[in-house]
């Protein structure tokens, strides 16, 4: 059985995380230590709070080395929510030096009348890489669940792999390249269509085919 990591640096609720991987047929292992990540099949990096606390949290124990080697090496990865925007350089929302491992910027929703922010609740997402591993057996634009205030602005559009449409803004949603993925939405708790993505990747995982180029490249 594979080893899938679900990283621990105190920024959310772990544990349902963790039941949406279980219910997708995979035995995850909550850890924050480097050792340990090193060593896992799979990485889920979730989150949910602020930006800055989370790679401060994430830099003090020593975390930030390890997630970079699983994603060069190869290794299936899957941030979920905050675990999707601290892979960018830096966000509006603190000050904080983001991982940089996808060139961009985390941004704040543009005030609108007819919106609320925090973007709270279930929208459907638009695919933009149709054929993603992640998507398989999912239905056209199927409905998840958000909550945010903040969303992800990759600086080149091959990255995004879903988007959303929040008042007149259209958003990248998710992102993914070889082994890397991540989503702004929960997919615990997105029912039928988040354990359905969770199953993806558990299988993704257990068939080590996720990579489909060379590995991404990121700065140590």
Not at 91 to 112: K, Y
Not at 116 to 136: E, S, V
Not at 167 to 184: C, E, H, K, P, Y
Not at 201 to 214: A, P, W
Request: with cysteine; proline share 8%.
């Amino acid at each position: 059985m594979p080893t899938i990591a679900v990283v621990d640096y105190d920024m959310g609720n772990l544990h349902s995380a963790c039941k949406g991987l279980e219910k997708a047929g995979a035995t995850p292992h909550i850890t924050d230590s480097p050792s340990a990540i090193d060593q896992a099949d799979a990485i889920v990096l979730p989150g949910v709070g602020a930006f800055d606390p989370a790679v401060q949290h994430l830099r003090s124990r020593q975390l930030e080395a390890p997630i970079k080697r699983a994603i060069v090496n190869g290794k299936p990865f899957l941030g979920i929510c905050l675990g999707l925007q601290i892979l960018f350089d830096s966000s509006e929302e603190g000050q904080e030096p983001g991982l940089g491992i996808i060139p961009g910027t985390v941004q704040r929703f543009t005030h609108e009348p007819s919106i609320t922010i925090p973007h709270m609740g279930w929208n459907q997402l638009d695919f933009t890489q149709a054929n993603l591993a992640l998507w398989q057996q999912l239905p056209a634009n199927p409905w998840v669940y958000f909550v945010h205030s903040y969303y992800v602005a990759p600086i080149d559009p091959a990255f995004q792999a879903a988007t959303i449409t929040h008042g007149s803004q259209t958003v990248t949603a998710a992102i993914a390249r070889d082994n890397l993925m991540a989503v702004q939405f929960h997919p615990e708790k997105s029912s039928t269509a988040g354990l359905q993505i969770l199953a993806n990747f558990v299988k993704l995982v257990e068939s080590r085919q996720t990579i489909v180029g060379n590995p991404i490249s990121v700065a140590k």
